[in-house]
């Protein structure tokens, strides 16, 4: 069984800059879809980055798009999203989603696997 768990939440300042980490136990994420979704207190939650399997990004959030990076530490079986300028919107669980055939999808029923979440806290 392949379990996926995020790191790096914390309470930030608006302005500041945190790195999320998702990790898998069992098996490798190399060749995977790895999608980064979030959702805030009573909203919908929302995808907001991939990277297929190939490397390819793909953005699903228009307002983040700017502001994120998505990469793979192969060494260490995980994949990182960094995000700068953190502002209040932005306080939400974090969640990190794997889909084996590498393929992206801004759907979150298309993966195949989930982790529990990692919590995001932007305040001053």
């Known amino acids: 069984q392949s379990q996926l768990v995020e790191s790096g939440g914390d309470v930030v300042q608006p302005g500041g800059t945190l790195r999320l980490s998702c990790t898998a136990s069992?098996?490798?994420?190399?060749?995977?879809?790895i999608g980064w979704f979030r959702q805030a207190p009573g909203k919908e939650r929302e995808g907001i980055v991939c990277?297929?399997?190939?490397?390819?990004?793909?953005d699903y959030a228009r307002s983040l798009k700017a502001r994120v990076t998505i990469s793979r530490d192969n060494a260490k079986n995980a994949v990182l999203l960094e995000m700068n300028n953190l502002q209040s919107e932005d306080t939400a669980l974090y969640y990190c989603?794997?889909?084996?055939?590498?393929?992206?999808?801004?759907?979150?029923?298309?993966?195949?696997?989930w982790g529990q979440g990692t919590q995001v806290t932007v305040s001053s």
């Open positions: 990277i297929s399997g190939s490397h390819k990004r793909y």
């Open positions: 069992g098996s490798t994420l190399n060749y995977d879809g």
């Open positions: 989603a794997r889909r084996r055939s590498g393929i992206c999808s801004d759907s979150w029923s298309a993966y195949d696997y």
